[in-house]
T-cell receptor
Framework: DTAVSQTPKYLVTQMGNDKSIKCEQNLGHDTMYWYKQDSKKFLKIMFSYNNKELIINETVPNRFSPKSPDKAHLNLHINSLELGDSAVYFC?????????????FGSGTRLTVV | GQQLNQSPQSMFIQEGEDVSMNCTSSSIFNTWLWYKQEPGEGPVLLIALYKAGELTSNGRLTAQFGITRKDSFLNISASIPSDVGIYFCAGQLNYGQNFVFGPGTRLSVLP
């Protein structure tokens, strides 16, 4: 029973397209996140979101937008995809406002823009 | 923003050897986490540290929260091939803030 699941696992698309990545967690956590891992394996936070607040990393282009239909889901929409968007995107969740237990990550979505 | 440094960047060791790696920062953190990432998977939490000086074990892994609160250490004893992966440290500056991740230490274990 996967705690944080994201789909698809792989996504290959052309420049200029719009795509979405879905994420669901069944841990009852209050906060969800999206991270981007580049080719050098650096993990950079893009968004953190709970039912009260969306915090956006200021370096994230506004072509990226999170959408949360409910507490258990945080989807990532990307408009007008660019070559530089190619990376692995990880969804994660945690108990709201605490470090206890850390973040639980999904298994990632490898996005390739051609 | 806050930056974490990890050393070594990568290491190649023989099966059975002990491994040490560390994570340092110029800022004081109140929580340290250690994660392992295997190819094609997301990072998995290994150990969480919440108090300066704390020493916590998880099987063959032992991690310590540095006394200065600016560093943390991870040791792996008697390494085995399945220890291969990237080990990330993550620090939380203040309660409720997002964690910052280090660049990782890539571990390769030679049989």
């Amino acid at each position: 029973d996967t705690a944080v699941s994201q789909t698809p696992k792989y996504l290959v698309t052309q420049m200029g397209n719009d795509k979405s990545i879905k994420c669901e967690q069944n841990l009852g956590h209050d906060t969800m996140y999206w991270y981007k891992q580049d080719s050098k394996k650096f993990l950079k936070i893009m968004f953190s979101y709970n039912n009260k607040e969306l915090i956006i990393n200021e370096t994230v282009p506004n072509r990226f937008s999170p959408k949360s239909p409910d507490k258990a889901h945080l989807n990532l929409h990307i408009n007008s995809l660019e070559l530089g968007d190619s990376a692995v995107y990880f969804c994660a969740s945690s108990q709201e406002g605490t470090g206890f237990g850390g973040y639980t990550f999904g298994s990632g979505t490898r996005l390739t823009v051609v | 923003g806050q930056q974490l440094n990890q050393s070594p960047q990568s290491m190649f060791i023989q099966e059975g050897e002990d491994v040490s790696m560390n994570c340092t920062s110029s800022s004081i953190f109140n929580t340290w986490l250690w994660y392992k990432q295997e190819p094609g998977e997301g990072p998995v939490l290994l150990i969480a540290l919440y108090k300066a000086g704390e020493l916590t074990s998880n099987g063959r892994l032992t991690a310590q929260f540095g006394i200065t609160r600016k560093d943390s250490f991870l040791n792996i004893s008697a390494s085995i091939p399945s220890d291969v992966g990237i080990y990330f440290c993550a620090g939380q500056l203040n309660y409720g803030q997002n964690f910052v991740f280090g660049p990782g230490t890539r571990l390769s274990v030679l049989p």
